[in-house]
């Protein structure tokens, strides 16, 4: 008989993961032979500047839901005016990824102190215009809603919440 017919019986192990609470730092980055982007600021640490960082993020959603992927498109939220509830514009920019690189952190050399992130996402990025049309077609609204979830499953703080004026800018479910 050979090894790889018999079957031995495996026991399913737990992982322990010791960055499973950390989130994924994401850097969205013109590409290097773009033209680097002009960003402008009343700060006087920032001024007037070029840079290469389009966008920034920390992603603690669960981790397959994470990666950045290839054609994905940059999208800006615009505040929607008028609006009784904390609604937003979903809108798409120029910049479209067309690289990505992951880079884990090392707990090898870690003394001490965790990392701040669990890892970090480069994603280079090409502009890719729209016309006004395939834009507006790929523009969405979003409506900020709250639940008892959103208050971590806590019945009584949901209720005190709701009670509140904070809460009529949102709606609810």
Do not use: N
């Amino acid at each position: 008989m050979k090894a790889l017919d018999v079957m031995t019986q495996t026991e399913e192990l737990e992982l322990y993961d010791p960055l499973a609470s950390k989130s994924t730092l994401s850097l969205y980055l013109v590409k290097e032979q773009e033209k680097w982007i002009p960003i402008e600021s009343k700060e006087l640490v920032i001024g007037k500047q070029l840079t290469r960082l389009l966008q920034l993020s920390h992603d603690s959603r669960p981790l397959l839901k994470r990666k950045v992927k290839l054609g994905e498109r940059l999208t800006y939220h615009v505040k929607k005016e008028g609006s009784p509830w904390k609604a937003y514009l979903v809108t798409p920019s120029d910049w479209v990824v067309v690289r990505v690189f992951r880079y884990e952190a090392d707990l090898s050399e870690v003394e001490g102190d965790m990392p701040e992130f669990r890892d970090v996402q480069i994603a280079y990025c090409e502009r890719q215009p729209l016309t006004p049309e395939e834009a507006e077609a790929m523009t969405y609204e979003i409506v900020s809603q709250v639940s008892v979830d959103s208050c971590g499953g806590d019945k009584e703080a949901y209720q005190q919440f709701l009670a509140s004026q904070q809460s009529k800018q949102y709606v609810r479910v």
